[in-house]
């Protein structure tokens, strides 16, 4: 007898991507979860037609987003899925398959990346391997801001076939996400306490395109490893340039 399995995402200004993201679990999975952030775009109303329950949420935190995300799914299986991510058959196949009988809590599934529209085979950007297929009660995030965690009480196998993540079509949508990645970043640090450091930064941040651009080989993966590792260098220097900014503001 098949599991039953939900899906669950969290969007915001989303239009692009869940459609996509949605049909190529629709064959799988028996229930269909969002959380939205008060998108201004349509992307409440595309997965609302494709039969998904969405609920409208302030933003809160990754982790806190997703575990209300997680707590509105009501099968015993729950898959999480970020927006611009998606199945492939192989692997809708291969769940099914897995899931009856099988003695995991969870499963860890490999992501492939895309960046300007072709896959990165290095970059850090390979052998990815994140949980998110789990038992919806022995399963809860944990984190702050950014960095979120999925967490499952119990033994956690593994499935080799990968799912896909188109993470920037183009470069403006890079910088659609980087402005409140590197907010939450910073917000995160000013919280636990980090104190900004010149020296760290301008260490780090040579390093930071070092390790992709050589040490993760990025070089072979031709332009987009360099334009990848330059916007993972500029990463760091904005999030420290917010966390200063923070701190600025503490001595006002």
């Not at 190529?24 to 229930?31: F, Q, R, T």
Request: proline share 4%; with cysteine.
């Amino acid at each position: 007898m098949a599991e039953k399995i939900s899906l669950f995402i969290i969007t915001k200004n989303e239009e692009a991507n869940i459609a996509a993201c949605i049909m190529s679990a629709k064959e799988l999975v028996d229930e269909i979860v969002v959380v939205d952030s008060f998108s201004q775009d349509r992307t409440a109303q595309i997965a609302k037609e494709l039969g998904a329950a969405v609920y409208q949420r302030d933003f809160t935190g990754f982790a806190d987003q997703k575990n209300f995300a997680l707590q509105q799914t009501t099968s015993p299986w729950a898959l999480n899925l970020d927006a611009d991510e998606k199945l492939s058959p192989q692997l809708c196949q291969q769940i099914r398959h897995i899931l009856p009988d099988t003695p995991y809590a969870g499963f860890t599934l490999p992501r492939a990346n895309c960046f300007l529209g072709k896959p990165m085979k290095h970059s850090g950007l390979d052998k990815e391997y994140h949980l998110r297929l789990v038992k919806k009660d022995l399963a809860r995030y944990e984190g702050e801001l950014v960095h979120e965690k999925l967490r499952v009480d119990g033994p956690v196998g593994q499935i080799n076939t990968p799912f896909w993540h188109n993470s920037y079509s183009n470069i403006e949508s890079y910088f659609s996400k980087f402005n409140q990645y590197t907010t939450l970043a910073a917000r995160q640090m000013h919280q636990k306490g980090r104190k900004f450091s010149l020296l760290f930064v301008l260490v780090t941040i040579p390093f930071e395109f070092f390790k992709r651009y050589v040490l993760k080989l990025g070089v072979l993966d031709g332009m987009r490893g360099f334009i990848w590792a330059s916007f993972s260098s500029f990463y760091v220097f904005v999030k420290y340039m917010k966390l200063w900014a923070l701190q600025q503001q503490d001595n006002d």
